[in-house]
């Protein structure tokens, strides 16, 4: 019964919907007058009789000294020179979610290259995001695979804005409170060939960046998008301006938006765990060798398997066959032989990266070990591949061809000169590992995406469906519910279809 009255309240025409509003915020008015009165009784009572100050800890006493002495003193103070700027260490600043948007710009300058790109190119071509291209698409939009897609809105929520709107004083807490709601919503899933776990853990990462923002609703604004969540985002479709959030783009496509790709929440497989637990188990990992980079065996690791990429994989094994500087094999994932653990790329030298399908998001886990990254030239842009630097004193890597003819004088080289190699070891490290790919770099990279696609949306997303009859239907729903729901639940002791459905008026 409770259950039904819950949902008859859904139903509730317009008017009634408004009087529940207006009592909710009679209440909170309520409440929070109360609470400011108490407070400034408080303060009334403080300025009456002040408490006593605590003595100073013995290392903090001031000595006393003449009226000279303390006008000296008095003079040094003010000359002395301010706090020094915030900076992003690591150690202590990798996992803050919550770095302010100033913080966020001078811990990670380079960051938002393919965020402003992908900007630029729609303000030249005097293009805006029109709700048409944030909806999902339609059915026959593809010759090929079916594409899993979420369309998704991020919005502080009417209620919200009534309840802001029926305070026009300013208490401290209570706009606090109001002004931190800042909701994901999931329009509209359509599932395709992937797994969908992808698309959950990009739900996941975008919710926790959101969550982690102190004032989102005023820094963070309201926007709605469609992301795909297929390696190849633009595979058989008939729209060449097709706009959507995608793991990478084919270099030679400027309408779609990198993101963070899953794995910087986690890999489906359970072999690779989440990538903060990565992150720690590679930690473990380095303590190891005592000499660090030095004490690995001088060898190129890879793995993969042919039925991804199979041309450009076999040309890898071919070039690095019968070397002693070589590790390279192939996998059959059905015998499962010569597996390796993610994180044991990380004892050697020297890894190898190859593209899958398109992207592939092993890059982003041999950026964390202490290696050498040899990766052939790229067809595909994820989000902080404009920091890989090929050449130079700040190279963090090692290009070779596509074909990987050039790969043994290359390693040739390397091993002959040790200190060379150990340089762009460590400014991977230091680029990647320790700064652009951290957890709160991913948080960062977030809202500013969120940011910077608001700046060329030219419509308001809206938070409900108006019938024709006049009543109003919400529109999606919450990342909170969203993240358990299944096809079928499991709910009083019997298996039911899970209802929530959304579909456009008619």
């Known amino acids: 019964m409770a259950a039904q009255g819950a949902f008859a309240l859904g139903k509730s025409s ?34 009456a009789n002040p408490l006593a100050v605590s003595p100073a800890h013995e290392s903090e006493k001031v ?25 992003f260490v690591t150690g202590r600043d990798d996992m803050n979610y919550g770095l302010t948007d100033e913080q966020c710009d001078i811990a990670f300058p380079l960051l938002y290259q393919e965020l402003d790109r992908a900007r ?11 709700e048409r291209d944030v909806h999902v698409d339609r059915k026959g939009s593809y010759d090929g695979r079916t594409h899993g897609e979420f369309q998704c809105m991020i919005h502080d929520g009417e209620v919200s804005q009534l309840l802001l ?6 208490y401290s807490n209570f706009t606090t409170t109001l002004t931190d709601l800042q909701q994901l919503y999931v329009i509209k899933e359509v599932h395709g060939e992937p797994d969908r776990s992808r698309g959950l853990a990009a739900l996941a990462n975008m ?6 923002m102190g004032d989102a609703r005023r820094l963070i604004p309201n926007v709605e998008f469609t992301f795909d969540i297929e390696d190849i985002a633009m595979e058989g479709e008939h729209n060449k301006e097709r706009i959507r959030w995608t793991w990478a783009r084919p270099k030679e496509n400027p309408w779609l938006w990198p993101m963070p790709d899953f794995d910087g929440w986690s890999y489906p497989d359970d072999g690779v765990a989440s990538y903060v637990q990565f992150r720690e188990d590679v930690a473990e990992l380095e303590t190891n060798f005592t000499r660090g980079w030095y004490d690995k065996p001088q060898q190129l690791s890879w793995r993969g398997s042919f039925a991804q990429n199979g041309d450009l994989r076999r040309a890898l094994v071919k070039a690095a066959s019968g070397k002693s500087w070589s590790d390279v094999k192939p996998i059959d994932w059905h015998d499962r032989k010569d597996l390796m653990n993610m994180q044991d790329f990380c004892k050697f030298q020297y890894v190898a990266h190859t593209e899958g399908n398109s992207w592939s998001g092993r890059l982003r886990y041999l950026h964390i070990c202490d290696s050498v990254p040899i990766i052939h030239k790229l067809n595909y842009n994820a989000h902080y591949y404009p920091l890989l630097i090929a050449s130079g004193p700040n190279q963090n890597y090692v290009e070779v061809n596509r074909n990987f003819s050039d790969l043994v004088p290359k390693m040739e080289e390397l091993l002959a000169d040790p200190e060379r190699a150990r ?5 991977s490290t230091r680029v990647f590992r320790d700064r652009y790919l951290t957890p709160a770099a991913e948080a960062c990279y977030w809202r500013r995406m969120f940011r910077t696609w608001r700046s060329v949306m030219d419509f308001e997303p809206k938070t ?6 006049g009543t109003r239907k919400r529109r999606g729903v919450s990342w909170e519910r969203f993240s358990f729901r299944q096809e079928k639940s499991f709910e009083h002791g019997f298996f039911v279809e899970d209802k929530i459905k959304d579909e456009e008026p008619e």
């Open 207 to 212: 919710y926790r960046a959101i969550s982690s």
């Open 63 to 87: 000595e006393e000294v003449g009226e000279g002495e303390d006008m000296e003193q008095m003079e040094q103070l003010e000359t002395m020179e301010p706090e020094p700027t915030w900076t």
């Open 14 to 47: 317009p008017d009634l919907f408004r009087r529940r509003v207006l009592w909710i915020a009679l209440a909170v008015m309520a409440v929070f007058t109360l609470s400011y009165l108490s407070h400034q009784r408080h303060e009334d009572l403080q300025t």
């Open 423 to 427: 340089a762009i070891a460590a400014e």
């Open 464 to 469: 409900y469906y108006i019938h024709k009859d």
């Open 120 to 130: 630029d190119h729609l303000v030249e071509l005097n293009r805006t995001i029109k």
């Open 165 to 170: 709107s029926a305070f026009p004083f300013s």
